[in-house]
Every structure is written in structure tokens, then in C-alpha cells.
């Protein structure tokens, strides 16, 4: 059973850069056809996409935080990480990682953390 | 970036009723819409792919249906455990945009 889990600090300080790794369980980053992403829900909100990348590198952002955003991938260690770059208040959430099937929606999920941006 | 629009936001129904929750994509996105359900402090979880694909493990009382910018999502006899948020998302192109949600409470 694939099992993806987040992992980095909860709090971070305004105009830091906030960094998670997701370290995905039960099957490999690299043998499979899909995309790896990342997911963030404010307090109380929806759901915004952030991005993802493939197992070569090829990524996609979303364009409202594309200037801010680095997604990596790390396949001797079966993980891919996310960074958000000076971030603000506005940045606060609960973060997921997750399995995307290009097109088919996102089938595996981690449990999600919350990161709160905070002095 | 495509704007996806659900409605209702919120909705209240009984054990037992069937509800319908529409999802209107701004251009079309022919079948590349998906559902997800999300219970307080949990991750979503997929429920419909590519617009009428029952997921794995996923009980036949949900049901998708739509094409272009038009979609539904039909949830008959609800059961106890439906009550939650629902929430579409296009896969067309990215930014993957998601609808507001749906809130579904028990009347």
C-alpha cells in the first residue's frame, strides 16, 4: 500500500523559506508513470495546487506562486520536497504531498501539516 | 487558470436522501474533472476520476456525470459517513484548480 508522508518544520518565520519533504512508502518514485505534487489548505479554506513534477524533473507550478516555488525530486531517497521562498502570514496551512495521475486526479495523499508563518 | 464553480455551497439533507452538487468549469475541460471528499482534520480522498470513474474501493452510490463545463456529482441513499465536504477539480491544464466545496450536513 503506497503511503506518502510530510515531514519539516511547522512554524516558519515571515519573508523565510518554508521547506517539506514528503518521503513516499510502498513503491518507488521512479518506476512509476505519475506525477508528485503538492497540495495547501489555509485554515478553514479550500484546496489550491501548488504543483508537481515528474520523476525526470519536469515540473509545473501554479502561476500565482511559480516566482516563490521550487519542487524537487530525489530518487535515491524516494522523496520529493517542496520549497516556498519569503514567505507571509498568507502562506499559512496545512500542506499536503500526494500521487497525481495526470488527468486522473490525485489518488494517494499524505496526512497533511500544518505550517503556520509566524514571528 | 480555468475557475471552477460549485454549487451549493452548503447543503442539508437526511440519511436516506440523495443529493446533487454542480460543478461549472469557466472554459470547457472536456472530462478532466475529478471529485474528492474531505472530513474535518483528514486529507480528501478521491472519490470520481475523469469525470465518471467510480475509484477504487468506492461505494456505487456516488455517481459523476458531465462533459465540457457541466458536471454533477449524485450521492444516493446518503449513509452517515457522506456527510463531509465535497470538492471538484479540474485536470485539464494546469493550475489544477479546485471548486470552493460543498458542505453537506445532516438536516
Known sequence: QLQLQESGPGLVKPSETLSLTCTVSGGSISSSSYYWGWIRQPPGKGLEWIGNIYNSGRTYYNPSLKSRVTISVDTSKNHFSLKLSSVTAADTAVYYCARDDYGGGVDYWGQGTLVTVSS | ?107
Open chain 2, 1 to 107: 487558470d480555468i475557475q471552477m464553480t460549485q454549487s451549493p455551497s452548503s447543503l442539508s439533507a437526511s440519511v436516506g436522501d440523495s443529493v446533487t452538487i454542480t460543478c461549472r468549469a469557466s472554459q470547457s475541460i472536456s472530462r478532466y474533472l475529478n471529485w474528492y471528499q474531505q472530513k474535518p482534520g483528514k486529507a480528501p480522498k478521491l472519490l470520481i476520476h475523469v469525470a465518471a470513474g467510480l475509484q477504487s474501493g468506492v461505494p456505487s452510490r456516488f455517481k459523476g456525470s458531465g462533459s465540457g463545463t457541466d458536471f454533477t456529482l449524485t450521492i444516493s441513499s446518503l449513509q452517515p459517513e457522506d456527510f463531509a465536504t465535497y470538492y471538484c477539480q479540474q485536470s485539464y491544464s494546469t493550475p489544477y484548480t479546485f471548486g470552493q466545496g460543498t458542505k453537506l450536513e445532516i438536516k
